[in-house]
């Protein structure tokens, strides 16, 4: 087996197929390294403010637009997405239906602190009780005195309309809900102390910033006090909050939401398979597939602690009965838990991610599998390559021409390699993908089609392997998933692209990944705490912050 | 593109609203309030005529050339087999064949550079990028103001995704997926019947003003805090606040009667997920009356609908392949001229279309139909999707908007810009656009022949 030099890819800046002539370079970002960005919350974060500040029982659906992904990030597209007139109404809508609910006889006992002196006027002590609680969390910083007094100020102007002080208190909490300074993340600068004329990111917006690229969420209370008192420039105290962080189930959560970005799971919503060619594919199990996804990775890399990339070989995943079906073996729910923790034979076909459902079935069309959109997924989401659109022109027909006789994907596939026009591109993706030809469109395991035998023997960057196990032993040691993974989180947490003057960072934490085995939570570790992670490249007058 | 402005003087109340949307200059007229017909029903009682909407509609993977394009130009044009569906239609459909997306060399981006270019003008340099909005926004932007939604979109692909409007490549509108949510949304708790006998003003809907403005009101603050290229979306935030505040502000009075408003009051909960032929019809067909109704109940006047995704179409139950899949890998059946299976498709697809053309043409107004009073712009993403064909795909216009249209005409562009039509479009909106497009698919000109 030939290995690439990681170290050769990375300093080219660039990432290389290397034998195929429609090989692309991935191109290089103009993003400006350091600077300070204004974030637009996502559905998942939503969620996460909520449920942290009022729990799992209030009810609402947060499933706001999809953002644009930028460089293979959702996370990079939320720095220059903006509010529509009809993302607004979304906004708006939601934070009444949770704003409703909280203020709910069934609810406030429990999660408002006060009780008013007269449920039918305003109070405005304990309107602004409750909102400079509540808006704490939400503006990841305490309210300034004037937000606070506006705030309460229409709590009671609302009360009086309403006659209700508990639904003129809902009519201020959904205000702050659609209001810019929840749902766009803003971080801010302040002079820096041990560089006199530079500047750095102030404390709350440190804090944020550690907090969405470990949790996934805005700073918990500690955090937020930490970045407040500016404590958190202080190593020790920085370092205890780092360990906190990582250390607590918040972390598994950050870990899945980088994933989900990551592997752009989000297209599972809209998964649905052919009920007459995949009976055992219900709707049920296409949102189950991409759950077990995410376990898998969360036990592996948060839970076991594992080696990154043992993900492409790990033989440990979770079933639940319905998803069970697919893999056709018997799985008995365990008291109430509907998830249950399986080995899988070492004698299995299926070995790590991706020979799993969760990756095979969202790469397959509706009604067969797809060894092109297989390979393309592996290239670009796992290994950070670029495969080329389609030529427009191109006649595909001979795919069923019945002269050809074609019964497999292979034979059907093989109609490219004699256009050149196709050859290119097809080099790239379907040698890969025809390696997961043993598990059809739903992601099950299958050894014939149309009645003929399967070959499941492909080949990656010219090294050939019998099966899917052979790749996912090759992809397992290609050094492209070691730089991707790491070119992804650093995009990823910083929410933004990288430019030619970040690449001597990326090398460094690879280094430093590898030194930890590659541990994901040491990764992790190691992108917060490095300097650069809070260096202010270049800020002009008119971006200094309000908050020195 | 050139300035945008909106001269129509239909209004009995109008006012400014001033702002840099998209670049243009914007005035938007407030519905007419307190306003009925006349006795003959073709105009309001002050005299002023009935407010114009404008609508798009989206089908996936084109036509097959032989089979769609009737051989006359002109009036009264027949109708080859993949358009026999027409035939209770073809009255308020003019069909635009021929008319091309100029590249300037820009590569043809498969299932994207079509569109792109018919929508917004603009032919992209990459994927993903749109510099231009769509023209459903631009027209938006001048009449979406005057009604409780500035657009409503619908895709009867079921996926959250499938939009075709937008104002940028970071701002693309989003659109309702279930005829359930879509009805829930319009129909549900928020809706004020505007025949309702009485009329009193909401509480809900004054403090929601009320909290709005006082958002408004705080966004120095913010602003102070942010780099210069972070500032123009939070004025687009801003902007989308202040038009939600004079949206609630129309609430707040009594609308306008609306005699053909039928709040529907059967609608199917399902939430069905697929994009199989049938579902995706149930869903197009259910949501189409449903976009009607609302256009009708005066709860838009801009409204979008995408029958299926650019890139993927349809799919037959059963089947292993998608229409996508088909239109690449299907023999070009020698004596027939065309694919089969294909066809099947598309023959699905333009019976969507005239059933979404029905549901506006069937709802009575004034003296003659909504449809009269509204203009659908119609097209596809591919002419020939075998090879990502983009020189001539097929366009459809519906309605009369308002009387400014001819219908049931079928126009050859003889090779030009396929902006002509857009730019034909917005002049039927009452905008004054003198000139619509960039590089070679920039234009001043109209397509005459459907204009009165």
């Known amino acids: 087996m030939r290995l690439l030099s990681t170290r050769n890819l990375i300093a080219a ?46 009810r609402f659906s947060a499933k706001f637009p999809p953002m644009r992904r930028v460089e293979g990030l959702v996370t990079v597209g939320s720095s220059s ?9 979304t906004f708006e809508q939601t934070g009444r239906q949770v704003a409703a609910q909280v203020v709910d006889e069934r609810h406030r006992t429990n999660l408002i602190p006060c009780a008013p002196k007269n449920e039918k006027a305003p109070d405005g002590q304990c309107a602004s009780e409750f909102l400079a609680k509540v808006g704490r969390t939400l503006y990841r910083r305490s309210l300034t005195s004037k937000e606070l007094e506006y705030w309460t100020a229409s709590a009671a102007s609302s009360a009086e309309q309403y006659g209700d002080f508990y639904a003129g208190l809902s009519a201020s909490l959904a205000g702050m809900l659609v209001s810019p300074q929840f749902i766009f993340f803003t971080e801010s600068t302040e002079p820096d102390p041990a560089a006199p004329g530079m500047r750095r990111l102030n404390g709350p917006s440190k804090a944020m910033r550690i907090s969405m690229a470990l949790w996934n969420t805005p700073p918990d209370e500690r955090l937020i006090v930490a970045g407040e008192t500016g404590d958190i420039h202080r190593p020790a105290v920085f370092k205890r909050e780092i360990d906190r962080l990582i250390g607590a189930p918040e972390f598994r959560l950050g870990v899945r939401a980088f994933f989900e970005d990551m592997l752009v799971l989000e297209t599972f919503d809209e998964l649905s398979k052919d009920g007459g060619l995949y009976p055992a594919f219900t709707l049920k199990v296409a949102i189950e597939t991409r759950e077990q996804l995410l376990r898998i990775i969360e036990d592996h890399l948060v839970a076991r602690k594992g080696d990154y990339r043992d993900l492409f070989t790990t033989r440990n995943i979770f079933l639940s009965q319905d998803l069970a079906a697919l893999y056709r073996v018997p799985v008995k729910a365990q008291g109430s838990l509907s998830w249950v923790p399986y080995e899988l034979p070492a004698d299995d076909a299926r070995i790590g991610i991706l020979a799993q459902p969760g ?17 393309k997924a592996l290239r670009e989401l796992f290994m950070c390559q670029r495969v080329p659109d389609p030529p427009p022109n ?13 019964r497999t994907a292979r034979a059907r596939l093989d109609a490219h ?5 196709c050859a290119g591109c097809h080099k790239i993706t379907d040698p890969i993908g025809l390696s997961l030809e043993q598990f059809d469109g739903a992601g099950q395991f299958r050894t014939f089609e149309n009645g003929a035998a399967i070959d499941p023997s492909g080949s990656l960057d010219g090294v050939t392997y ?28 910083h929410a933004r692209g990288v430019a030619a003057a970040d690449r001597q960072v990326l090398k460094q934490l690879q280094d430093d990944f590898e030194k930890a085995s590659y541990s994901f939570p040491e990764l992790a570790r190691a992108m917060v705490s490095d300097k650069e992670f809070f260096a202010i490249a270049s800020v002009g007058d008119e971006k200094q912050t309000g908050n020195d | 593109m050139g300035r945008i402005y909106y001269t129509r003087p239909d209004f009995s109340r109008r006012r400014m609203l001033r702002g840099m949307l998209g670049g243009a200059a914007v005035t938007v007229g407030i519905p007419f309030l307190d306003c009925f017909l006349n006795e003959s029903g073709t105009a309001l009682a002050n005299g002023q005529a009935l407010p114009t909407r404008f609508g798009t509609y989206f089908w996936a993977l084109g036509m097959d050339e032989k089979i769609f394009i009737p051989k006359k130009v002109g009036a009264d044009y027949d109708l080859p087999e993949q358009i026999a569906s027409w035939k209770d239609i073809k009255q308020h459909v003019n069909l635009l064949t021929n008319y091309n997306v100029l590249t300037d060399g820009k590569p043809n981006l498969c299932h994207f550079t079509g569109w792109v270019a018919l ?20 027209v938006g932007d001048v009449i979406g ?18 939009s075709y409007s937008f104002r940028s490549s970071d701002a693309i509108n989003t659109p309702m997926v279930s005829p359930i949510g879509m009805y829930q949304s319009i129909f549900g708790d928020e809706f004020q019947d505007p025949n309702a006998p009485m009329f009193k003003p909401s509480t809900s809907i004054m403090v929601r003003k009320s909290v709005l403005s006082g958002i408004g009101e705080q966004s120095s603050e913010l602003q102070k805090s942010i780099g210069a290229s972070d500032h123009a979306r939070l004025d687009q935030y801003y902007t989308a606040i202040r038009e939600l505040e004079q949206r609630l502000e129309l609430q707040t009075q009594k609308p306008a009667a609306a005699p053909s408003c039928k709040v529907p009051t059967d609608v199917d909960p399902a939430t069905t997920v697929g994009i199989d032929t049938e579902t995706v019809q149930w869903r197009h067909n259910a949501m189409s009356d449903l976009m009607a109704m609302a256009v009708a109940c005066n709860q838009t006047r801009v409204f979008n609908m995408v029958y299926a995704n650019s890139s993927i179409g349809c799919v037959r139950k059963g089947s292993d392949r998608t229409h996508h899949l088909i239109t690449h890998e299907e023999t070009l059946d020698q004596k027939l001229g065309y694919q089969p299976t294909n066809h099947w498709f598309l023959l699905r697809a333009m019976e969507a279309w005239a059933y979404y053309v029905k549901a506006f043409a069937s709802i009575p107004e004034g003296a003659g139909t909504l449809l009269d009073n509204t203009v659908i712009f119609a097209n596809s993403c591919q002419s020939f999707a075998k090879i990502h064909s983009v020189q001539g795909i097929p366009m459809m216009t519906a309605g009369k908007a308002g009387g400014v249209l001819k219908t049931g005409i079928h126009v050859d562009g003889k090779g030009e810009a396929g902006t002509q039509v857009g730019l034909t479009l917005m002049a039927a909106m009452g905008m004054k656009v003198s000139e619509w497009g960039k590089g070679s698919m920039k234009t001043s000109r109209h397509v005459s022949e459907i204009v009165v």
Do not use: W
């Open chain 1, 81 to 89: 997405a903006v509010v529509t007139p009809a993302l607004l109404d």
């Open chain 1, 417 to 421: 390699s004699a256009n050149p026009v």
């Open chain 1, 13 to 58: 800046g660039l990432c290389v197929v290397a034998f195929a002539g429609a090989a692309v370079e991935a191109p290089e970002p103009a993003a400006i390294p350091g600077d300070t960005t204004v974030r637009l919350i996502n559905g998942a974060q939503y969620t996460n403010v909520v449920r942290s500040l009022f729990g799992s029982d209030i």
């Open chain 1, 466 to 493: 019998n099966d899917a196990k052979g790749l996912a032993s090759l992809v397992r040691n290609h050094p492209a998933v070691v730089s991707c993974v790491v070119d992804r989180f650093y995009k990823y947490s």
């Open chain 2, 145 to 162: 103001g005057a009604s409780r939604f500035k657009a409503l979109d619908a895709a009867a692909s079921g996926a959250v995704r499938d």
């Open chain 1, 359 to 375: 990756f095979l079935a969202i790469n397959s069309h509706p009604g067969r599998s797809s060894p092109t959109r297989r390979g």
């Open chain 1, 394 to 406: 191109v006649d595909f027909s001979n795919f069923e021409d019945p002269a050809n006789g074609a």
């Open chain 2, 119 to 138: 929508k917004s003008g603009t032919v992209p340099a990459a994927r993903g990028m749109m510099p231009d909005p769509s023209i459903d926004v631009l």
